[in-house]
C-alpha cells in the first residue's frame, strides 16, 4: 500500500504568487483531512471531507485559502495569495473515521519569501 | 475550547533507560486519546490508542497509561534506543464543535548512546 501520497514535497515561492498542493489518500478512505503545522507546533486542522463533502471548513482562511474533493478521492488545497505567514507545512491525512488512527502523507514544506 | 499540552518541548535520555513523556488536556476527558510518532521531514505516524475506561496499553516496548483523575496520559518507551528519537505527538478527539483530533506540540525525545 501506498500511504497517503503528496506534492510537491518542497514549494518556494514568492509573496503574493498562487501555489497548490495535492493529496492521494488511502484507497477506501472516505474521510480527508489538510492540517498546517508550524515549526516546533503540533498539526492545526483546517478542513475536513467526507467524501466530497467539505464538513469542516471554519479554521480555513477562505479569503486567500480554497480547497477541493472530486470525485471523493483526491484533493487539492490553493492559496492565492500567499502570505509569508502561510510558511509551513501542510500535512494531508486520510482516516476510515471513528476513533482510528490517522495516516497521514510526509506533507509539502512551503516556504513564502 | 479543548486543549492538550505536552509540556515538555525536549527530553534526552541515554540508551537503554526509560522514556516518558506527558500528555494534559482540559476541560472535559476525551473517550480516547491517540499518540503518533514524528520523525523530521515526516507526517505523524500512530502509534497507540487507549480508550478512557483503559488504565494502561502496551505494543512492544511501548506502554501509555490513561489517568481521568489527573487528566492525563503518560506515554514509556523501555528499554530506549537511538532510533526511538523522534518528537511524539498526543493528541486527542474534539469537542463538540470541532470534526478532527486535535493535536499537542510534541515532546522531541533524544536517546544518546
Known amino acids: 500500500e501506498a500511504g497517503v501520497v503528496q506534492s510537491p514535497r518542497y514549494k518556494i515561492i514568492e509573496k503574493k504568487q498562487p501555489v497548490a498542493f495535492w493529496c492521494n489518500p488511502i484507497?477506501?478512505?472516505?474521510?480527508l483531512y489538510w492540517y498546517r503545522q508550524n515549526l516546533g507546533q503540533g498539526p492545526e486542522l483546517l478542513i475536513r471531507?467526507?467524501?466530497?463533502?467539505?464538513?469542516?471548513d471554519s479554521q480555513l482562511p477562505k479569503d486567500r485559502f480554497s480547497a477541493e474533493r472530486l470525485k471523493g478521492v483526491d484533493s487539492t488545497l490553493k492559496i492565492q495569495p500567499a502570505e509569508l505567514g502561510d510558511s509551513a507545512v501542510y500535512l494531508c491525512?486520510?482516516?476510515?473515521?471513528?476513533?482510528?488512527?490517522?495516516?497521514f502523507g510526509s506533507g509539502t514544506r512551503l516556504t513564502v519569501v | 475550547s479543548q486543549k492538550i499540552e505536552q509540556n515538555s518541548e525536549a527530553l534526552n535520555i541515554q540508551e537503554g533507560k526509560t522514556a516518558t513523556l506527558t500528555c494534559n488536556y482540559t476541560n472535559y476527558s476525551p473517550a480516547y486519546l491517540q499518540w503518533y510518532r514524528q520523525d523530521p521531514g515526516r507526517g505523524p505516524v500512530f502509534l497507540l490508542l487507549?480508550?478512557?475506561?483503559?488504565k494502561e496499553k502496551r505494543k512492544e516496548r511501548l506502554k501509555v497509561t490513561f489517568d481521568t483523575t489527573l487528566k492525563q496520559s503518560l506515554f514509556h518507551i523501555t528499554a530506549s534506543q537511538p532510533a526511538d528519537s523522534a518528537t511524539y505527538l498526543c493528541?486527542?478527539?474534539?469537542?463538540?464543535?470541532?470534526?478532527?483530533?486535535?493535536f499537542g506540540k510534541g515532546t522531541t525525545l533524544s536517546v544518546s548512546s
Open positions: 491525512a486520510s482516516s476510515t473515521g471513528g476513533m482510528y488512527g490517522y495516516t
Open positions: 484507497s477506501g478512505h472516505n474521510t
Open positions: 487507549i480508550r478512557e475506561n483503559e
Open positions: 493528541a486527542r478527539p474534539p469537542g463538540q464543535a470541532g470534526t478532527a483530533l486535535i
Open positions: 471531507y467526507e467524501n466530497e463533502e467539505a464538513v469542516d
